[in-house]
């Protein structure tokens, strides 16, 4: 895919949605830290939730760790995986306290190191928290990145750096928050909706129709 086609790609989804931003409930960082550790494997709806009973009660790394895990499992307890999140989450808040004065680092290696945060969540918080030009790479970015053609890579940090790499700078920023909802909501792993996508005529993926969904499902890498 040229340059050119990339541009009027992201222009098209800027044009649509101007300021796109995650669809977790949130209001600081930390906030945004638990929200994206819950959201594993977990709808947003199901987070959003869980968080807007939790955070009322406990929304700092002191009080949710004061909180307990039993007392944070009722609260999470709708969520999948829900024992495993919950006992990252008290022991992150732990670290915050004790190594971070109770702040969400702004920094990978740091965050990379708190219990239940891998790259992807890393990235979330550096660009949705903190402004960074991040891309983070989760199944939706994954597949529409190799189907449409926007670069083509067979682990989620190849996708990353080829995003990086390719995507305009003047994007970046919400590259990552455009390609997440549109992978969502139109181009769907079994079905894309080819008939209503906004970049259809730019998208250089082979099977796209609107008539044949069967086809459509199994070509998507």
Known sequence: MNRDKRIEIFSRLRAADPHPTTELEYHTPFELLVAVILSAQATDKSVNRATAKLFPVANTPRAIADLGLDKLIE???????????????????????????GEVPRDRAALEALPGVGRKTANVILNTAFGEPTIAVDTHIFR?????????????????????????????????????????????ARRPECERCIIADL????GKTASQPAQLALQDP
Request: aromatic letters at 8%; one cysteine or more.
């Open 203 to 206: 998208c250089e993926f082979r």
């Open 75 to 101: 609260y999470v307890k709708t969520i999948g995986l829900f024992n495993n999140k919950a006992r990252n989450i008290i022991e992150t808040c732990r670290i915050l306290v004790q190594q971070h004065g």
């Open 144 to 188: 529409l990145a190799n189907r449409i053609g926007l670069t083509r890579g067979k682990t989620p940090l190849a996708v990353e750096k080829g995003l990086l790499r390719t995507t305009p700078s003047e994007f970046l920023h919400d590259a990552h928050h455009w390609l997440i909802l549109h992978g969502r909501y139109v181009c769907k």
